[in-house]
T-cell receptor
Framework: EAQVTQNPRYLITVTGKKLTVTCSQN?????MSWYRQDPGLGLRQIYY???????DKGDVPEGYKVSRKEKRNFPLILESPSPNQTSLYFC???????????????FGPGTRLTVT | KQEVTQIPAALSVPEGENLVLNCSFT??????LQWFRQDPGKGLTSLLL?????REQTSGRLNASLDKSSGRSTLYIAASQPGDSATYLC???????????FGPGTRLSALP
């Protein structure tokens, strides 16, 4: 089944304890992206990657890191989490069209992170 | 910087009615626009995608239109059903072809 998977689905952690949220897709998509969703603020892009070893900042990259060593995986790293990073996080992937644009995004199920 | 808005923020309709959701964007130089559905606490499900060269897309009871020059898209839902209750989001791929920008969503309640 074609899908985007995220782990863990739920995470409660303490301030300053490094954590990684994994994202994996089995559709051979070039484009992958991380979003956070907060009440009243909607979905905001954190980082995106257009292919292996190519990553760029989105609208809210502060406090996050990403890597794209393999096409299928795009982990989100919080080196020193803080309470303001408590949020619902989504990973997404898209295939590339022949003309260079991106096709529709496929989303993972989300990771609910609480930082105390 | 691209900004996306959606009106109304919330909408209640009786079962069987037709309805229209609106999405506006500030920069008309977009690559595509996508409509999603999100159920409470769940992920996003893609409904329709319109490429910048297209004017509309249809899937079942859903029809999405795109007017790039005016920076608008509408999602038309025919004969609403209680199962349509969800939040509907639109997202545009901005003029650089790299960033997806989302609207805040419209929360739809389709009443039985």
């Amino acid at each position: 089944e074609a899908q985007v998977t995220q782990n863990p689905r739920y995470l409660i952690t303490v301030t300053g304890k490094k954590l990684t949220v994994t994202c994996s897709q089995n559709m051979n998509h070039e484009y992958m992206s991380w979003y956070r969703q907060d009440p009243g603020l909607g979905l905001r892009q954190i980082y995106y990657s257009m292919n292996v070893e190519v990553t760029d900042k989105g609208d809210v990259p502060e406090g996050y890191k990403v890597s794209r060593k393999e096409k299928r995986n795009f982990p989100l790293i919080l080196e020193s989490p803080s309470p303001n990073q408590t949020s619902l996080y989504f990973c997404a992937s898209s295939p590339r069209l022949a003309g260079g644009s991106w096709y529709e995004q496929y989303f993972g199920p989300g990771t609910r992170l609480t930082v105390t | 910087k691209q900004e996306v808005t959606q009106i109304p923020a919330a909408l209640s309709v009786p079962e069987g009615e037709n309805l229209v959701l609106n999405c506006s964007f500030t920069d008309s130089a977009i690559y595509n626009l996508q409509w999603f559905r999100q159920d409470p606490g769940k992920g996003l499900t893609s409904l329709l995608l319109i490429q910048s060269s297209q004017r509309e897309q249809t899937s079942g009871r859903l029809n999405a239109s795109l007017d790039k020059s005016s920076g608008r898209s509408t999602l038309y839902i025919a004969a609403s059903q209680p199962g349509d209750s969800a939040t509907y989001l639109c997202a545009v791929l901005d003029n650089y072809g790299q960033n997806f920008v989302f609207g805040p969503g419209t929360r739809l309640s389709a009443l039985p």
